[in-house]
């Protein structure tokens, strides 16, 4: 069994920065690719980046626009660790936040094709 656990969120003022980790354990983490997801309050879970496996030749990773150029996404294959690395915090990125992991070889923008998700880690950002 997959267990993914989030850490690092926080409340942190516009403009900000935030890291966010995602420990995971139960199978080949450095096989799969993962993703990042966030959902505010009354709105559906919503994609931010997804990162491939292993660095090929070309862009392993992919973002939502609206993050895009302020998050970056990143994996350490040794410590089987997920990382969000967070810029330029706006309000709009209040949110709970989770990684997940998918079967599929592709980076998914798509909920139903994650098949573990974590916990969730709060991240709110005042003005």
């Known amino acids: 069994q997959v267990q993914l656990v989030e850490s690092g969120g926080g409340l942190v003022q516009a403009g900000g920065s935030l890291r966010l980790s995602c420990a995971a354990s139960g199978r080949t983490f450095e096989s799969h690719y993962m993703g990042w997801f966030r959902q505010a309050p009354g709105k559906e879970r919503g994609f931010v980046a997804a990162?491939?496996?292993?660095?090929?030749?070309?862009?392993?990773?992919h973002y939502a626009e609206s993050v895009k150029g302020r998050f970056t996404i990143a994996r350490d294959n040794a410590k089987n660790t997920l990382y969000l690395q967070m810029n330029s915090l706006k309000p709009e990125d209040t949110a709970v936040y989770y990684c997940?992991?998918?079967?599929?070889?592709?980076?998914?923008?798509?909920?139903?094709?994650?098949?573990?998700w974590g916990q969730g880690t709060q991240v709110t950002v005042s003005s």
């Open positions: 997940a992991e998918t079967s599929r070889p592709r980076l998914s923008t798509a909920v139903y094709e994650y098949d573990y």
């Open positions: 990162i491939a496996p292993i660095r090929w030749i070309g862009d392993n990773t």
